[in-house]
């Protein structure tokens, strides 16, 4: 058995790898699992801060891969919840220093000790593209609902059937539902009918994100915020439970439903 | 977009980008630009008039998709070689 190996991923940069990598990791170890977030953005590292956990970082994963510290010395353990653990990237290194075969070795050897492995990758479809996918056992692919975004993601989509793994699952990141009722954005239901691959989650736009970020602490372990709601029905869903979409701009609770009364009464 | 825009009946942003991310992907994914369909149809034309008469001007070469397959779709109609002459 072991863990289950999930690459988080997308085409364009800046659209909430990190940050999925970051809440997905720590709703999955406040649900009691033993869980690794791997950070392979070599150079251009990232989650050791959404994690509020760069002032501990002694090795990284270079080092690891250099052979000049063991796999579990590079391993930063987050004090907040029971399980959860950090392999952070070198920041003066290139993407050349991690190869795919080496990212598929650790996984390996973490494999037993864990139940999820998470690797957040770096933005675009070179090198570090394939050494954070080669060891994936399911794929994560974030975009935002945007041209751009969703273009990009399409491609991603192409490259890993390419490659013979697995249809990535998609995550759509920054929906302002305010927007798309006004029609100002796409909603989930055309990114999902452009790109054709299973939803895994939907992550509204808010402003706690920001300041969860600025603060060190991931907006997950924020009980009321929406994006964070949002993390835990991810991080559920991976668990195996079914967990509903907050699929349409209408949203969910009474309001939702009032809404869509009135809508579907009175036309558009 | 403002309620004087959608009584003009203009598209809203959100079908504006739909459609245009849909137009994008069809070229993307078969990884044929507008101009070399431009280009094929002109070979099918040249290459089908040596055998059988066909009507050069309502030839259409386009590419569909059917979720993530794509197909080029030839539609050529035939010259009645009868009623011409
Ligand atoms: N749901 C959200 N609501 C508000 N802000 C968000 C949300 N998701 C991400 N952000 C913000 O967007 C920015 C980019 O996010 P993040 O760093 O996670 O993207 P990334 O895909 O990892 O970027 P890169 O490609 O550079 O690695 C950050 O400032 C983050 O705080
Ligand atoms: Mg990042």
């Given at each position: 058995?072991?863990?289950?190996?999930?690459?988080?991923?997308?085409?364009?940069?800046?659209?909430?790898?990190?940050?999925?990598?970051?809440?997905?990791?720590?709703?999955?170890?406040?649900?009691?699992?033993?869980?690794?977030?791997?950070?392979?953005?070599?150079?251009?590292?990232?989650?050791?801060?959404?994690?509020?956990?760069?002032?501990?970082?002694?090795?990284?994963?270079?080092?690891?891969?250099?052979?000049?510290?063991?796999?579990?010395?590079?391993?930063?353990?987050?004090?907040?919840?029971?399980?959860?653990?950090?392999?952070?990237?070198?920041?003066?290194?290139?993407?050349?220093?991690?190869?795919?075969?080496?990212?598929?070795?650790?996984?390996?050897?973490?494999?037993?000790?864990?139940?999820?492995?998470?690797?957040?990758?770096?933005?675009?479809?070179?090198?570090g593209f394939r050494?954070?996918?080669?060891?994936?056992?399911?794929?994560?692919?974030?975009?935002?609902?945007?041209?751009?975004?969703?273009?990009?993601?399409?491609?991603?989509?192409?490259?890993?059937?390419?490659?013979?793994?697995?249809?990535?699952?998609?995550?759509?990141?920054?929906?302002?539902?305010?927007?798309v009722r006004r029609?100002?954005?796409?909603?989930?239901?055309?990114?999902?009918?452009?790109?054709?691959?299973?939803?895994?989650?939907?992550?509204?736009?808010?402003?706690?994100?920001?300041?969860?970020?600025?603060?060190?602490?991931?907006?997950?372990?924020?009980?009321?915020?929406?994006?964070?709601?949002?993390?835990?029905?991810?991080?559920?869903?991976?668990?195996?439970?079914?967990?509903?979409?907050?699929?349409?701009?209408?949203?969910?609770?009474?309001?939702?439903?009032?809404?869509?009364?009135?809508?579907?009464?009175?036309?558009? | 977009?403002?309620?004087?825009?959608?009584?003009?009946?203009?598209?809203?942003?959100?079908?504006?980008?739909?459609?245009?991310?849909?137009?994008?992907?069809?070229?993307?994914?078969?990884?044929?630009?507008?101009?070399?369909?431009?280009?094929?149809?002109?070979?099918?034309?040249?290459?089908?008039?040596?055998?059988?008469?066909?009507?050069?001007?309502?030839?259409?070469?386009?590419?569909?998709?059917?979720?993530?397959?794509?197909?080029?779709?030839?539609?050529?109609?035939?010259?009645?070689?009868?009623?011409?002459?």
């Amino acid at each position: 058995m072991g863990a289950q190996v999930i690459t988080v991923t997308s085409g364009k940069g800046g659209v909430g790898k990190t940050t999925v990598t970051a809440n997905v990791g720590m709703a999955l170890a406040m649900a009691g699992k033993k869980v690794v977030c791997i950070d392979a953005d070599i150079g251009l590292r990232n989650l050791d801060v959404v994690l509020g956990l760069e002032n501990r970082i002694v090795y990284d994963i270079v080092h690891v891969v250099e052979g000049r510290c063991r796999t579990r010395q590079a391993l930063i353990r987050d004090k907040r919840v029971p399980d959860l653990y950090l392999m952070p990237a070198a920041q003066s290194r290139d993407k050349s220093a991690v190869k795919p075969e080496d990212m598929v070795r650790i996984c390996e050897e973490l494999r037993p000790e864990f139940d999820y492995i998470l690797i957040d990758s770096a933005a675009g479809i070179e090198e570090g593209f394939r050494t954070a996918l080669a060891p994936a056992d399911l794929i994560l692919l974030v975009t935002n609902p945007e041209v751009a975004a969703v273009r990009d993601a399409d491609r991603v989509v192409g490259l890993v059937e390419a490659m013979g793994k697995p249809t990535p699952k998609l995550i759509v990141n920054r929906l302002k539902p305010d927007m798309v009722r006004r029609g100002d954005m796409l909603d989930t239901s055309d990114v999902l009918e452009i790109l054709a691959i299973e939803l895994l989650g939907v992550i509204p736009e808010d402003e706690q994100v920001i300041v969860a970020t600025n603060r060190g602490t991931p907006v997950v372990l924020e009980e009321r915020s929406p994006a964070g709601q949002a993390f835990r029905a991810i991080a559920r869903r991976l668990m195996g439970e079914t967990v509903p979409l907050f699929l349409s701009e209408d949203g969910q609770g009474v309001l939702g439903w009032l809404r869509r009364l009135v809508r579907s009464g009175g036309g558009r | 977009m403002s309620w004087l825009d959608r009584l003009r009946g203009q598209p809203s942003p959100r079908e504006t980008a739909k459609q245009r991310l849909q137009v994008i992907l069809v070229h993307d994914r078969s990884d044929l630009s507008p101009g070399l369909l431009e280009v094929i149809k002109d070979e099918i034309i040249a290459v089908l008039s040596r055998h059988v008469p066909i009507i050069a001007e309502e030839v259409r070469v386009t590419v569909t998709q059917d979720a993530r397959e794509c197909r080029l779709v030839a539609d050529i109609p035939l010259g009645n070689r009868h009623s011409r002459s």
